[in-house]
């Protein structure tokens, strides 16, 4: 019955508001209270809220596990990253805290505390949303998954100093542990191979070497969980790996989400509070939009981290079950609004900032970080856009035909990986206005959309189209659907991938039954 009952609600809530163009996660929200609403007449077992809870723990800790393994060590020692992160969580605190004394009278050590939760923003939504987007590994999606990582050591710690569980003595010799048990991990992924075997492996490392072992010596599972995906982030199978477990870390997640909804039916008191919540949330992320100027990100990047980290955290619900018991409801409560603002913000920001640009743009420092540097095609007679596997292999067979080629990608590590290889590939990324106004392409005669998410495609499509560009723009595409719209954008030379794969495979098989038809028919002469 319980099972029965909550994938029924979760699935047709996320119809519903997917059919009004929100992402699912806020349907999921709402089926959460619909579910606590009617569970009296609907006989669900008591023990219904430990199963989500249990459920939603393994969906959070796969999610920061996939995160982890599409992120790199150097990412957090960022200025930008912790500096944000640090002034980000003292100001807000000490406004959240100061703002709870006078407006409801609390105790001064209620009210930090409760400042200091406010402060933090969802690593589960966040990490979901840049995953939806293909973005965890643009400079933004770095920054922002950056900050939420010294937020959730902080969280640790505050977690700590108030519940009284300060991490064993043992915590300290696993932490110093890890460089060593690197290389057994990866030996553990080698071994595992392509199939079932690499799921579990993925499931151990994320629930039991990560998520257990740290909870066992009083450190965050959620924390381990991270650490152990990043352990393995530079090995050769850690997006086979981050592929084989999305489907199941999507199952659970859901369970996550209508946990929120379960915490408990608000009153007029919690909505009001709630609802002031939420008012405020805009002055968190204009806080974060200027901390990231100051630390030299351009206006675009600013935004688009500021938009992604506008939003309260899960964390001020575990608190608050632990510490804070009276606090539940209208902290669930608000971090559903905000769930529910923030989605459709995240969706449209970079629609939104083209209309702003302007006047955000105004705030940018002369200097610029080194990660957002103008982009210099050179003398580049083919311009790749994307270099994942695609684009990787569209480079080395036009090498042979091309003298000069340019790639694009908006992840320093692989751009990294492809000038240690010798391939010619820059830093930008292309959904940037601001790299196409800089972008000089006289010996250009071919562009390739290789990037995986077709809104890019069609987007740099328009902006090549846009700035005036007529020779050929070649991309693959998923669906015909997707087809059409590639076409509308200015796209030339469109090709169906699993189709193309199809008519691959006749064309070998043509030419290796041709070859041995030969001897035969010599024979027979």
Sequence with gaps: ??????????????????????????????????????????????ETAEILDHVSHIGVLLLLFSVGLKLRLGQLAQPQVFGTALIHSGITTAVFGFGLVVALGLAWPTALLLGVVLSFSSTVFSAKVLEAKRD?????????????????????AVLALYSGQAPSPWALAVLATLPLVRPVLHRLLDVAGHD??????????ALVLGGAEFEAVGLSAELGALIMGLLLSTHPRAKELSDALWGL???????????????????????????????????????????LILFRLRARTAFLTAANLTVYSEFSLIVAARVL????????????????????LDRLADRIFEKIEPR????????????????DLGAAQVLILGMGRTGTAAYDELAGHFARIAGIDADTYRVAGHA?????????????????????????????????????????????????????????????????????????????????AGIGLAEQAERAIEHDRRPAAFIAV
Excluded at 360 to 375: C, G
Excluded at 431 to 449: H, Q, T, Y
Aim: glycine share 10%.
């Design 420 to 500: 240690a290889a010798g391939r010619n590939v820059l830093l930008a990324d292309v959904e940037d206005a601001g790299f196409w106004r800089g972008l000089r392409m006289s010996n250009v005669e071919g562009v390739i959309l290789a990037m995986d998410n077709v809104a890019a495609k069609i987007s740099a499509a328009r902006a090549l189209r846009a700035k005036g560009f007529t020779g050929p723009i070649i991309a693959h595409a998923l669906y015909e659907e997707h087809v059409l719209l590639l076409k509308a954008a200015g796209a030339t030379h469109i090709y169906q991938t699993m189709n193309q």
């Design 360 to 375: 955000l743009q105004r705030f940018e420092t002369r200097r610029v970080h080194r990660d957002e540097l103008p982009t």
């Design 325 to 344: 018991p009276d606090w539940l409801v209208p902290l669930a409560l608000a971090l559903s609004l905000s769930f529910l603002l923030a989605a459709p």
């Design 136 to 156: 965890i590994g643009a400079f933004y999606g770095r920054t922002a998954i950056g900050i939420l990582v010294v937020q959730d050591i902080i969280a640790l």
């Design 196 to 205: 079932e075997l690499i799921v579990l492996a993925g499931m151990l490392l």
């Design 249 to 291: 870390k999507e199952i659970f997640l859901v369970g996550f989400f209508l946990q929120i909804g379960m915490s408990g039916l608000p009153g007029l008191g919690d909505m009001m509070i709630a609802l002031a919540l939420v008012l405020i949330l805009p002055l968190k992320g204009a806080l974060f939009f200027l901390l």
């Design 1 to 46: 019955m319980f099972e029965i009952i909550c994938l029924s609600f979760a699935f047709f809530f996320g119809l519903a508001v997917r059919l009004i163009g929100l992402p699912p996660l806020v349907g999921f929200l709402a089926a959460g209270f619909a579910v606590n609403a009617a569970a009296p007449g609907l006989g669900l077992p008591e």
